[in-house]
């Protein structure tokens, strides 16, 4: 009986410990599931900080720097005219609108020579000198030159242009690579550059972007106005109120 007794609970030693070691690779499954969760978790934080390093960003690509900028305009003139016409009176003031006078930059008016309406390019350009003068540019500041022209058959218009510091960007229209690829999910060379460029030309004053302008006088009428409005109560007339 003891014989049977001992066996008993040999046989039932050596199951538990045969079956023992089953039980420890689940465990070990289980923690390698939970570490890889937790790493999972920290890995998106990592991926975007290495994705943002990379610009991809029309802003960045098209920056809008503040540059000196020949502003210009050719005005024709006719072979049979003589003096400053009414279109091209026009056509100089707008011009001219935009002509900083406190930075006073050299204007420049360059005539024709060799053309058909050489000789009529010269007399409406000392009527530009004129408007120029009245317009508040300074004496000074006009320069009249001449450039040659392409041919002795044809009337070639006299160029006003002068040197101002203007909000621009590069030139668009850049295509290195084809815009159908994507793989890489970046944004073509060229994205973002005309709407950059919109956005330069509508900047009255460059200096803008560098800071913010002095502070202007308050309108004390203005004030006092606003002031009295804010202390009167309002006046309801109706028993209900529409919201």
């Not at 005309?194 to 560098?210: E, G, K, M, R």
Request: contains cysteine; glycine residues 6%; proline residues 6%.
């Amino acid at each position: 009986m003891f014989d049977a007794t001992f066996k008993s609970r040999t046989d039932a030693m050596r199951r538990k410990a045969s079956a023992a070691p089953y039980y420890r690779p689940a465990v070990s499954l289980v923690a390698a599931a939970a570490v890889a969760l937790l790493a999972g978790c920290t890995m998106p934080q990592r991926d975007s900080i290495t994705v943002g390093a990379v610009p991809d960003d029309y802003r960045t690509n098209h920056p809008i720097v503040i540059a000196e900028k020949e502003e210009s305009i050719d005005i024709p003139v006719g072979a049979s005219e003589r003096g400053m016409t009414r279109s091209q009176r026009v056509s100089l003031g707008g011009f001219l609108a935009d002509y900083d006078r406190s930075a006073s930059p050299v204007l420049n008016i360059q005539v024709p020579a060799g053309s058909l309406n050489e000789v009529a390019a010269a007399d409406a350009s000392r009527d530009f000198v004129r408007y120029a003068k009245a317009s508040g540019v300074p004496k000074g500041r006009i320069v009249i030159s001449s450039y040659g022209a392409q041919s002795l058959e044809e009337s070639a218009p006299v160029r006003v242009s002068y040197v101002a510091m203007k909000a621009q960007t590069g030139k668009c229209g850049r295509w290195p690579a084809d815009i159908a690829e994507t793989s890489e999910n970046k944004h073509y060379a060229n994205f973002g550059c005309s709407a950059q460029n919109n956005l330069a030309a509508q900047i009255a004053d460059p200096s803008d972007l560098i800071g913010p302008r002095k502070q202007t006088t308050i309108d004390a009428e203005k004030r006092s106005i606003v002031i009295d409005e804010y202390r009167r109560p309002p006046i309801i007339t109706g028993t209900e109120i529409a919201y």
